[in-house]
């Protein structure tokens, strides 16, 4: 299955393009499917992305750019919403980048046990000592247009990326509110603390309906949009698995996850 649902917008100054499409799914006996959203955002001022994925991402992500006419070394700035291994591993394909985290959640990060978490240790651990990390904080312009609000709940330094356009709100959220389900629920699948999570939501819904007509680009789903208080999915949800369950190559079963 190859997927056409590449989605750009540009609203303003911004140009805006979903490199990978998050999947609102998990998998039953194998773990995280790490099928996490990457975007990036183009601006006369600077070229940034939000979050950068996991290993199985990579050839995707470089496919992607190359056919948006971005190379790794034009990129200069990578916001991390959190330090999840589906989010952050790719962090050092951007030799340029200004690698961007909240304090709060490399803190936590470097505390973790190893080979206990979804924390990629080792990438985290070359973070700390990046000549380019630059630390978050609460409320922070980040970039011109850009700020950051850390919303505990999936991770305790869980980063949510607001960018004012002029004329709407686009908000980043990772996974301090991963799918549509959380978003509408204000309840988590994955989180330490099911209050810090409500309030967090409840801090991105505050966000996103500032003003009407505002995205939300979530971790592991589709953009939305709000308009009157109604929530629209932009796109369809594409996801499939090609498995091999015969003894020969030549014939493969192709299982659609999509609704």
């Given at each position: 299955?190859?997927?056409?649902?590449?989605?750009?917008?540009?609203?303003?100054?911004?140009?805006?393009?979903?490199?990978?499409?998050?999947?609102?799914?998990?998998?039953?006996?194998?773990?995280?499917?790490?099928?996490?959203?990457?975007?990036?955002?183009?601006?006369?001022?600077?070229?940034?992305?939000?979050?950068?994925?996991?290993?199985?991402?990579?050839?995707?992500?470089?496919?992607?750019?190359?056919?948006?006419g971005v190379r790794?070394?034009?990129?200069?700035?990578?916001?991390?919403?959190?330090?999840?291994?589906?989010?952050?591993?790719?962090?050092?394909?951007?030799?340029?980048?200004?690698?961007?985290?909240?304090?709060?959640?490399?803190?936590?990060?470097?505390?973790?046990?190893?080979?206990?978490?979804?924390?990629?240790?080792?990438?985290?651990?070359?973070?700390?000592?990046?000549?380019?990390?630059?630390?978050?904080?609460?409320?922070?312009?980040?970039?011109?247009?850009?700020?950051?609000?850390?919303?505990?709940?999936?991770?305790?330094?869980?980063?949510?990326?607001?960018?004012?356009?002029?004329?709407?709100?686009?908000?980043?959220?990772?996974?301090?509110?991963?799918?549509?389900?959380?978003?509408?629920?204000?309840?988590?699948?994955?989180?330490?603390?099911?209050?810090?999570?409500?309030?967090?939501?409840?801090?991105?819904?505050?966000a996103w309906s500032?003003?009407?007509?505002?995205?939300?680009?979530?971790?592991?789903?589709?953009?939305?949009?709000?308009?009157?208080?109604?929530?629209?999915?932009?796109?369809?949800?594409?996801?499939?698995?090609?498995?091999?369950?015969?003894?020969?190559?030549?014939?493969?079963?192709?299982?659609?996850?999509?609704?």
């Open positions: 299955m190859t997927s056409e649902n590449k989605q750009s917008f540009l609203i303003g100054t911004f140009q805006i393009d979903i490199i990978v499409h998050g999947f609102p799914g998990k998998s039953v006996c194998h773990g995280p499917l790490g099928f996490s959203t990457i975007a990036l955002i183009r601006h006369n001022e600077f070229t940034a992305l939000v979050d950068v994925g996991g290993f199985g991402q990579r050839l995707i992500l470089n496919q992607r750019l190359k056919e948006l790794p070394d034009d990129v200069t700035n990578v916001l991390l919403t959190h330090s999840h291994f589906d989010h952050a591993i790719n962090w050092v394909n951007f030799p340029n980048a200004n690698i961007h985290i909240s304090r709060k959640e490399m803190t936590w990060a470097l505390e973790q046990p190893t080979g206990k978490t979804y924390v990629p240790e080792l990438y985290v651990a070359a973070l700390k000592d990046h000549q380019n990390l630059v630390l978050v904080e609460h409320d922070e312009e980040i970039l011109p247009g850009i700020k950051s609000l850390i919303c505990p709940g999936h991770t305790p330094g869980s980063t949510v990326y607001v960018l004012d356009t002029g004329d709407s709100d686009i908000v980043f959220t990772g996974d301090a509110c991963k799918n549509r389900a959380e978003l509408v629920s204000r309840a988590a699948d994955m989180t330490y603390d099911a209050n810090a999570t409500k309030n967090s939501i409840n801090d991105i819904w505050s500032r003003r009407d007509g505002g995205l939300l680009i979530p971790g592991h789903d589709l953009p939305m949009v709000l308009n009157n208080n109604s929530i629209r999915y932009i796109g369809k949800h594409e996801a499939a698995i090609k498995v091999w369950f015969d003894d020969s190559l030549n014939k493969s079963t192709l299982i659609s996850l999509s609704p």
